[in-house]
T-cell receptor, first 107, second 122 residues
Framework: AIQMTQSPSSLSASVGDRVTITCRASQGIRNDLGWYQQKPGKAPKLLIYAASSLQSGVPSRFSGSGSGTDFTLTISSLQPEDFATYYCLQDYNYPLTFGQGTKVEIK | EVQLVESGGGLVQPGRSLRLSCTASGFTFGDYAMSWFRQAPGKGLEWVGF??????????EYAASVKGRFTISRDDSKSIAYLQMNSLKTEDTAVYYCTRDLWGYGDYFQHWGQGTLVTVSS
């Protein structure tokens, strides 16, 4: 199975900060990667698909980049509603595998 | 509006079985793959498996942790996906989500149910 190594596992940031989360795949996965946001007690929400495509309705402060093995989710200006846990998910092959998650907390 | 509603969760003893249902509405169910995920308490997300649409053979894929114990099926006439869970273990305790993806291939998961809690304990 492809291993997705996500970092950091947590971070503290202030409103307005630029935040970057990375995922590294154990082998090349082209651009077959999505990013999800999850708030406590809620189902995940798709933010980015195909590594860099913004899902409809998601604010433009979210962006994704990368291909092959290294991927990045960037929040350009952190907003209060962005405090949540973020996961990457590769869909290059089965089994689909997630990163361990990054909890974004208020500084 | 796409809606996915899971049901069937609850408390079950180790070794027993449970069947979850995912009732869908708001889209042509038969055109889409349906996937299941889970999340153990306080842990990250885990893909459980999925079933392709009939157009793609209706075949299934599973995570290694559930293969041989869990079976995903679908009833397109009722717009329901099922997750049959046999030989349950304590480590299967989790919130289980059913999902529908963007395009029907089982890749990017745009729609999620509210989740149903399965607790495996004696």
């Amino acid at each position: 199975a492809i291993q997705m190594t996500q970092s950091p596992s947590s971070l503290s940031a202030s409103v307005g900060d630029r935040v970057t989360i990375t995922c590294r795949a154990s082998q090349g996965i082209r651009n077959d990667l999505g990013w999800y946001q999850q708030k406590p007690g809620k189902a995940p929400k798709l933010l980015i698909y195909a590594a860099s495509s913004l899902q409809s309705g998601v604010p433009s402060r979210f962006s994704g980049s990368g291909s092959g093995t290294d991927f990045t989710l960037t929040i350009s200006s952190l907003q209060p509603e962005d405090f949540a846990t973020y996961y990457c998910l590769q869909d290059y092959n089965y089994p689909l595998t997630f990163g361990q998650g990054t909890k974004v907390e208020i500084k | 509006e796409v809606q996915l509603v899971e049901s069937g969760g609850g408390l079950v003893q180790p070794g027993r079985s449970l069947r979850l249902s995912c009732t869908a509405s708001g889209f042509t169910f038969g055109d889409y793959a349906m996937s299941w995920f889970r999340q153990a308490p306080g842990k990250g997300l885990e893909w459980v498996g999925f079933i392709r649409s009939k157009a793609y053979g209706g075949t299934t894929e599973y995570a290694a942790s559930v293969k041989g114990r869990f079976t995903i099926s679908r009833d397109d006439s009722k717009s329901i996906a099922y997750l049959q869970m046999n030989s349950l273990k304590t480590e299967d305790t989790a919130v289980y989500y059913c999902t529908r993806d963007l395009w029907g291939y089982g890749d990017y998961f745009q729609h999620w149910g509210q989740g149903t809690l399965v607790t495996v304990s004696s």
